[in-house]
Nanobody
Framework: QVQLVESGGGLVQAGGSLRLSCAAS????????MAWYRQAPGKQRELVAS???????NYEDSVKGRFTISRDYGKKTVDLQMNSLKPEDTGVYYC?????????WGQGTQVTVSS
């Protein structure tokens, strides 16, 4: 069973930065896309950013210009650089790997932005 392990969450003041990282516990083949989702208290999980195997990226409107997703396809890792953080960015962040016949999720890492 593949596990995705996230790191880098924490508490930061508004305007600060955090970098999230996610790595697979073992080799995965044919990844179509890697992504970061978040879930704020009382809200549904939403897509924050994604990157395809070809390198195409997609961002949720509220994070455009502030967040950057990147991946090391060989190492099967994906990062999320978060700058100019706002209190509304608070939530549990999950990484996700989708491929042929699989859809893996990490356990989540808490990001809290104080005002």
């Amino acid at each position: 069973q593949v596990q995705l392990v996230e790191s880098g969450g924490g508490l930061v003041q508004a305007g600060g930065s955090l970098r999230l990282s996610c790595a697979a516990s073992r080799r995965i083949f044919s990844i179509n896309a890697m992504a970061w989702y978040r879930q704020a208290p009382g809200k549904q999980r939403e897509l924050v950013a994604s990157i395809t195997s070809g390198g195409d990226t997609n961002y949720e409107d509220s994070v455009k210009g502030r967040f950057t997703i990147s991946r090391d396809y060989g190492k099967k890792t994906v990062d999320l650089q978060m700058n100019s953080l706002k209190p509304e960015d608070t939530g549990v962040y999950y990484c996700n790997f989708k491929g042929l016949g699989y859809n893996y999720w990490g356990q989540g890492t808490q990001v809290t932005v104080s005002s």
